[in-house]
Structure formats: structure tokens, C-alpha cells
């Protein structure tokens, strides 16, 4: 018998840290106080943390004045005997059952809907993590009604034995992290839009979803407000439209319309836009779905259906539109760049890693920085132990003169001049280095700006996400946070996010375990060398002046000194754009100190323009 996705087609076609301590630090050392956690409890997770042997039955969490705290392992609703409750996996004296029994049918969607309404995920195993978090994050929301489409056999055993209700898409995707932009993201773009043509049919609604956003609230009575939509889907609007939770403004949304978050009811306009978006990718492969869609449903904008909703008509004049405020149903730049949740006093219902740098990577960062991404209890228990530390930034970096390239530049590289020596002593002490707050003057885009968007309330200066300058811009990927070759740059310097240490998840027996050490200069009286940290407290090291030299590298082998150089300069990416220049963007530099007379100006010739590696 043939999928669901063979189906459609064929319609289509018929139309603790770095902390071996060396306590022989020379005068500079980092302009800051670093704290270690020494690395002496055990690995072994609590009983409570686990579900059939899964690491995602952790303590109750409260995020952004969100409720997580709902018992996953328990039905969310009622339901029939046969059904198995979402998180209660299988007996593992079970067989799998055969890959026909996951198909995508009527019945299914039927078993899990509730008002009518599925919501819908999808991807390979590559996101598995991702998927584990956005099903977290609807249970302990108390939302069940849910089916994850799996595109490889792998993500779909690995699901089905965690108890996720899974179908399969049979899609045949590879198990990989496939790139945004790449052929096969184009693929698996088109089929969310083969989805939807084969889920509308049977009558229900579906809340469509990427997996790289969390939910922050249930959307569903929020949607319900909207019964005469056809579609409600959100945008990469930056520029807010109202100051409440109403609908956006649509006559003022001039970004794209994003296809990561929407709403579908099965009524005859949307299921024939849908059936046209089908069509157009099927015979044009060249075209992205999300430019497909914004195509179609703008072919025509208004009137509006009525005075209040903020529902118009659509696309053959026929399809009652609705846009989601860009203030709670948030993108990247919303939530992470203005925070207009916070601005507006709004309780936030998504949040979509848009308008990030650092490809999947920094997409898994950023959710870490807000704490609402799930990770096994490994995650919080590194080897060798942890540590931190706490800039120090005069009030003039931050806040005075004009906010421009030079300040901007300034501000980083005072910054980064910090990171590179807490790098250099999680690199010698063999931790891991949890990252500080980064706080920028300029926001960062792909395009021409001043600074920070027009019309936007970005606030300057503002706590800016880590790939914003923690990026290796020209392959699109975080090598931060990847390995590199180690013969090449020295041993990889694990990191974690700035809020790391205030996340609900991280142990107590961490939290506990700080080692108290004081800088000193080798010789002098009462200094004694030591690389042991193992024994619990706090590892302190003394604030200095920004005008002294951060000389210390902690490095006794140059040739480790000169792979750990190597290693670093490949941290950090580009900041963009410069108006009136091309190019526009500028590289951030780690030794740009080394270098005099050093300015932040784009490059001159095209023979200047690679990073300084």
C-alpha cells in the first residue's frame, strides 16, 4: 500500500572547568572575577530524571513566568483505553511493531486530536533533541493532542520507544543535520507543504510547526479566538504592529509571512491554497517553500473581513487571513534582540530561533541561553568541572558617546580580550568555560543597517545572543561549538551559556561545588603553585584594571600556545552591514589588540576580505 506522501504526489500530479589550576599568573591577568566548580560528584542521574530510560522526566521548570510543571507521565486528557499516554513507553520486552502500523491515517490523527485540532512537528533524527523539547514542552503545558513526523527509520525508533506519538513520513531523509539552504532543506521544506495537502482532507485543524521553536504557553485557546480564519501564521515582522495581544496589523506587516509557525483550518479556501503551494514546489524545485507561500497568499492583501479581528482577505480574495503578533509569537529577533515580550509586559506564547548565525548549532544555543531546551543530565555534569567568570565593563563602554561602529568595537573587544584569556585558563585547567553575558551597541543583520533597525525598540546597548560575535560566519556554522582537529588546534574548549548556571536543571551538588583560589605572582610569599581542584568551593580570581595587560595565557608549551591561538581566531565571525559599502560586513578579530592601529572597517579589496585567521 502505498504513504501517505506517495498519495499526495500522485494528486499533485493529477493536479565545574579549565581549572588544573596554575596559580604562577603573571600581572594582567583577566580583567574579571572567575568562579570554578570543581568536578566531584558523581555522574549518576536521579531516579526522578528519567522516563523508560529517557533523561526527559526532569523537576518541574518555570520559565519566563511559564508553567512547566505538569507530571509528563501522565495523560493530559482523557482518553480511550488502547491509547498509550504520552512519555509511558513501551515495554522494552515489546517487539516494534512493523513500519505499515506508523502510517499516517485518519485514525491516528483521530486518536490524538482533541476540539479538532492535531498539532504537528516533523524532521530526522539530526533534531531528535530539538523534537524531545518541543514535546516537553506542549505536555507540561498539559497539551497531548500531538504527532511527530519522523523522515528516517532512526528518529522513528527512537520515538516510539521513548512513547512520543510518531507516524512515518517515509521520506527516506537523510539522518543528518542537512543545512538551511541545502537541496535536501529544500526537500524536507516541501514535505511540510505534502503534509498539510494530506492532513487537511481529514477534516481537522493543524497547528503546523517547525522543531527549532518551543512553546511558552498553550496556543490553542489563543487560536480559538480566530474561528473565521482560514490560516493564522506568524512572520518575520521586526517593527511591531500593536502593543497587545491582538492580532498583528496587517496592513503595516511588510516582512515575509514565516511557514515555522502556522495554523490551518480544513475549509475549501485553504485547502485549495494549499493544493497550489503543492503544485508550484512540485514543478519548480528551485522555489523555497516559505517564498512559495508568501507568493501565493499575497497575491492579493484586503480588505479586512471585519473592523475587529484583524482578519483580511487573501490570495484569490476568497482566504481569511490572520497574522500572529510578532510581540508573543516571537522570532529571534524579537524575543532575543528587542525582547517585546518584556518591553510590552506580554506573556509569550512561542519562540522561533529565527534571525540566527550560527546554523543548527547556534539555533540549540540560543534555547540554552533562554533555558527552555531540554538536555540529558551529562550536560551539567562535564568532566573536569566548570568555570565562569564576570566581566568587568566600565559604564563609559556601555553607555557613552554615540552608539556606532567605534563604540560598538570598543565594547566587543574589551570583551573579547576577557574571553580570550578565560578561554586560555579553561584550555590549561581542562573545563569548561562558561560563557559570560556579551553585551553589543550595534544589532547584527544580513543587510545594510545604522545599527538597529528602524522603528524597531531595540535598546541600545542591548544583551546580545553569543552567535552574534561567537561565529564562524563564512561556512554559516558555530565552530565553537564544533570539534576541530585537535593535532591542528589543541584540545577542544568545551562551553556553556551564560544563564547555565542559574538554570533550574543544574544540580545542587554543583551548584556546591566551588573551589576558593587567589591569583598571585610565582615567588612572592605565600604563593604556591598548585594544579589541584579537586576538593569543593569556590575559585575566585581577583579583579584588574582594563588598562594592564591580560599577558597570562597560562601555557608553560608554545607549541600548545600556538594551536590554542589557532583554535581561537576561527571563533569569531563578522558583524554586518556597513551602509553605503561593498562589502559591508567587518571581522571581529580575537588578537585584534596585536595588531596597531587596528579599526573596524570592512575590507578594501576583495584580496582582504577572508577572516584573520
Known amino acids: 500500500m502505498r504513504g501517505w506522501r506517495n498519495a499526495v504526489q500522485e494528486t499533485a500530479a493529477s493536479k565545574p572547568l579549565f581549572l588544573t589550576i596554575y596559580a604562577t599568573v603573571i600581572l594582567g591577568t583577566v580583567v574579571s572575577s572567575f568562579y570554578v566548580f570543581s568536578a566531584i560528584y558523581s555522574p549518576t542521574a536521579s531516579p526522578t530524571r528519567s522516563i523508560s530510560s529517557s533523561w526527559l522526566l526532569a523537576p518541574p521548570l518555570s520559565q519566563n513566568g511559564v508553567s512547566l510543571s505538569s507530571n509528563i507521565s501522565q495523560p493530559s486528557q482523557h482518553r480511550s483505553n488502547k491509547l498509550r499516554p504520552i512519555w509511558e513507553a513501551p515495554s522494552r520486552t515489546s517487539k516494534m511493531p512493523r513500519l505499515k502500523s506508523f502510517r499516517l491515517t485518519k485514525e491516528l490523527v483521530a486518536q490524538r486530536a482533541k476540539d479538532n485540532v492535531i498539532i504537528v512537528t516533523f524532521g530526522n533524527f539530526a533534531f531528535m533533541d530539538f523534537i524531545l523539547t518541543w514535546v516537553k514542552h506542549l505536555t507540561d503545558l498539559g497539551v497531548s493532542n500531538l504527532l511527530v513526523g519522523a523522515m528516517d527509520t532512526k528518529l522513528l525508533n527512537a520515538l516510539y520507544w521513548k512513547g512520543i506519538p510518531v507516524f512515518d513520513m517515509g521520506s527516506h531523509i537523510s539522518t543528518d543535520d542537512v543545512g538551511w539552504g541545502s537541496p535536501i532543506f529544500h526537500k524536507m521544506g516541501r514535505q511540510k507543504v505534502l503534509l498539510i495537502n494530506a492532513i487537511l482532507p481529514f477534516g481537522f485543524e493543524l497547528l503546523m510547526c517547525d522543531t527549532d521553536m518551543v512553546w511558552l504557553k498553550n496556543p490553542l485557546p489563543y487560536l480559538a479566538r480566530y474561528p473565521d480564519a482560514d490560516i493564522l501564521t506568524s512572520s518575520d515582522q521586526v517593527v511591531p504592529t500593536v502593543v497587545d495581544d491582538r492580532l498583528a496589523d496587517w496592513k503595516q506587516v511588510g516582512a515575509a509571512y ?111 541561553e533562554a533555558m527552555v531546551f531540554f538536555d540529558p543530565p551529562e550536560y551539567y555534569d562535564a568532566p573536569g568541572g566548570f568555570l565562569s567568570f564576570r566581566p568587568s565593563i566600565s559604564k563609559s563602554l556601555l553607555l557613552d558617546g554615540e552608539h556606532n561602529l567605534e563604540s560598538h568595537f570598543s565594547l566587543i573587544n574589551y570583551q573579547m580580550r576577557q574571553i580570550r584569556s578565560a578561554l586560555a585558563l579553561a584550555s590549561v585547567l581542562n573545563r569548561t568555560l562558561v560563557m559570560p553575558p556579551l553585551w553589543c551597541r550595534l544589532d ?134 556597513v551602509e553605503n559599502h561593498i562589502p559591508g560586513h567587518i571581522y571581529y578579530d580575537m588578537y585584534w589588540d596585536e595588531k596597531p592601529g587596528w579599526k573596524p572597517v570592512p575590507p578594501k579589496t576583495p584580496e582582504d576580505d577572508h577572516p584573520p585567521f
Open 258 to 368: 514565516n511557514i515555522g509557525i502556522f495554523h490551518w483550518r480544513p475549509t475549501p479556501p485553504a485547502k485549495k491554497l494549499a493544493k497550489e503551494w503543492i503544485d508550484m514546489l512540485l514543478a519548480d524545485d528551485r522555489i523555497w517553500d516559505q517564498n512559495g507561500f508568501n507568493e501565493l497568499v499575497r497575491r492579493q492583501t484586503g480588505p479586512a473581513f471585519d473592523d475587529e479581528s484583524g482578519i483580511f482577505y487573501s490570495y484569490d480574495g476568497n482566504l481569511k487571513l490572520g497574522i500572529l503578533p510578532e510581540s508573543i509569537f516571537c522570532s529571534g529577533h524579537t524575543y532575543f534582540v528587542q525582547a517585546l515580550h518584556q518591553q510590552f509586559r506580554l506573556q509569550p506564547y512561542a519562540l522561533h530561533t529565527t534571525f540566527q548565525y550560527a546554523g543548527t548549532e547556534g539555533k540549540r544555543h540560543r534555547l540554552r
Open 444 to 577: 547584527r543583520l544580513w543587510f545594510p543597517h545604522p545599527g538597529a533597525l528602524l522603528g524597531s525598540m531595540t535598546r541600545q546597548p542591548f544583551l546580545c545572543p553569543l552567535d552574534h560575535v561567537f561565529e564562524y560566519a563564512l561556512v554559516q556554522v558555530n565552530v565553537m561549538l564544533r570539534d576541530l582537529p585537535a593535532e591542528e588546534f589543541g584540545p577542544a574548549i568545551n562551553i556553556r551559556e551564560y544563564s547555565f548556571l542559574n538554570n533550574p536543571f543544574l544540580p545542587q551538588r554543583v551548584r556546591e561545588s566551588w573551589l576558593d583560589v587567589q591569583l598571585c605572582q610565582e615567588g612572592t610569599e605565600d604563593c604556591h603553585a598548585s594544579s589541584n581542584t579537586s576538593r569543593p568551593g569556590l575559585l575566585r580570581f581577583p579583579k584588574r584594571s582594563s588598562e594592564e595587560t591580560d599577558a597570562f595565557l597560562g601555557f608553560t608549551d608554545k607549541t600548545r600556545e600556538e594551536k590554542f591561538r589557532k583554535r581561537v581566531k576561527q571563533y569569531v565571525g563578522i558583524w554586518c552591514c
